[in-house]
């Protein structure tokens, strides 16, 4: 059995093989997150990208041929999920922005990411990430999109519905402009097919009317904050209900997240998405900000201008917005009290999100918002994997595969020690914090 490191250098490909060995995190505290405690001084034994056993370090002798990392000091955490991902399509059939990308979520220790916005390319691309060409999380990937335009009517719902389940995709991605009826004819049709849908609420749906669709997962918080403001104002409520700040009914958020919770409807917040592109404040400096050096210059002045032209445009006072933000919080961690599920997921790359990078200030705000470490480490493994009706990740465990991040701090004391990342294992290749930060300065050299 190999265990294997795969690297890319530009378009080049390289594999180092440990030949028929055993690569060992020796001497580490192992986040299980089967429970709330973690056990130190753990050997974690990984062979053919599975975890084949854990034993107390000081019982351990590696076998001859063994690669063992020292961990003293350092944390085992199981990797977490981007589930509001986006993926690239290759430019003139090269596709060295597509691996950069996924390389960038690895770097951040994502090993699962679901892509939200789907592109035939991604269904082959899908085969190439489970034949390991090269390093990327594992891929869930959508539909193309299905809004206003792509199914107008009826019959072209019922067509593309059958046509994306037959072709592949994992679920169907849902955005706005879709009109009632046609909706609903796309829900009768991916029921009768057996596929998922997730995404945005249409405004002609509204929130309610979603809920009870049974949507896989509501992204966004998209159409609650609208549900709770008079019903007349609902379509008035410009990006995600911000200009309806100042006329909320916060009644109306327990109803909303029972009728979610008896639906079981997953919930994925990108509360960065607001946080970030929303928030009062300059542009400028937000894409001078260091994680935007592996962002290409081009699409960093789109993400200014972008930003710039949304606060121009909806105007909203400091306060307005401040009421916002606490509302959204507020529905929140009324959802997480319920027992509904959340996902953690950031909307990357969108404006101000970079890949990877983004799902730390994702989890940061579900700290503000009220969650604990544990609750968000939680909805970035356990809570995915379940999701996906996956037994075999999202938690270390002898069996599991071995998709695995390395901490210099423990993330349960502060979520912001899961950015000290000293390297990443997916599916039993090992990924060392040397090697990402030399990939990572690449992929900066090259956006300059």
């Known amino acids: ?40 001084g753990q050997s974690v034994i990984i062979e053919d990208g599975i975890i084949r056993d854990i034993t107390p370090a000081d019982t351990y002798t ?13 944390y085992l955490a199981p990797g977490w999920a981007e589930m509001h991902a986006h993926i690239p399509t290759p430019s003139d059939g090269d596709d060295a922005n597509v691996r950069e990308t996924l390389f960038l979520y690895l770097a951040n220790g994502i090993t699962t990411i679901r892509g939200m916005l789907g592109d035939p390319y991604h269904l082959e691309l899908k085969k190439k990430v489970e034949a390991e060409e090269f390093p990327s999380p594992r891929i869930y990937t959508s539909s193309p999109s299905l809004n206003g335009n792509s199914i107008a009517t009826m019959e ?19 955005h706005p402009g879709i009109k009632r009826e046609v909706f609903d004819e796309m829900v009768r049709t991916a029921n009768e097919v057996g596929i998922r849908f997730s995404g945005h609420v249409p405004a002609d749906v509204g929130i309610r009317h979603a809920i009870a669709s049974k949507y896989a997962s509501i992204d966004h918080l998209d159409g609650y904050v609208e549900g709770i403001a008079a019903e007349e104002r609902r379509n008035e409520g410009g990006f995600f209900g911000v200009l309806l700040h100042d006329e909320l009914d916060e009644s109306l958020i327990e109803e909303l997240v029972s009728t979610t919770k008896e639906a079981g409807i997953a919930i994925v917040p990108t509360q960065t998405l607001m946080t970030r592109w929303l928030a009062p404040g300059s542009a400028e400096a937000m894409v001078n900000e260091p994680e935007m050096k592996y962002i290409p210059g081009s699409l960093r002045y789109t993400w200014r201008q972008s930003k710039e032209r949304m606060l121009d445009n909806l105007d909203v006072p400091y306060d307005g917005y401040q009421k916002f933000i606490e509302v959204r919080e507020s529905i929140l961690k009324h959802m997480l009290d319920a027992g509904v599920v959340i996902l953690l997921g950031s909307d990357a790359p969108q404006v101000a999100n970079v890949p990877g990078f983004s799902i730390h200030h994702e989890m940061q705000d579900m700290i503000d918002a009220g969650l604990t470490p544990y609750e968000v480490l939680h909805s970035g493994t356990v809570a995915v994997a379940n999701f996906f009706d996956r037994s075999d990740f999202g938690t270390i465990a002898k069996g599991k595969i071995a998709d695995l991040v390395l901490l210099s701090s423990n993330p349960l004391d502060d979520i912001g020690n899961a950015q000290e990342i000293d390297g990443v294992m997916y599916r039993g290749n090992w990924i060392s914090k040397q090697v990402i930060d030399s990939k990572l300065s690449e992929i900066a050299l090259k956006n300059e």
């Not at 080049?12 to 028929?20: E, N, R």
Request: net charge negative; with cysteine; hydrophobic share 40%.
């Open 1 to 40: 059995m190999t265990n294997r490191i795969l690297l890319t250098i530009g378009m080049t490909v390289s594999i180092v093989v440990f030949g028929w060995s055993q690569t060992v995190f020796h001497n580490v505290t192992v986040i299980t997150m089967q429970g709330q405690e973690s056990i130190s």
């Open 156 to 174: 072209e719902a019922r067509q593309k519905v059958t046509q994306y389940e037959a072709d592949g995709y994992d679920f169907l991605k849902v």
């Open 62 to 74: 590696p076998a001859a041929g063994t690669t063992v990392i020292d961990c003293s000091g350092k």
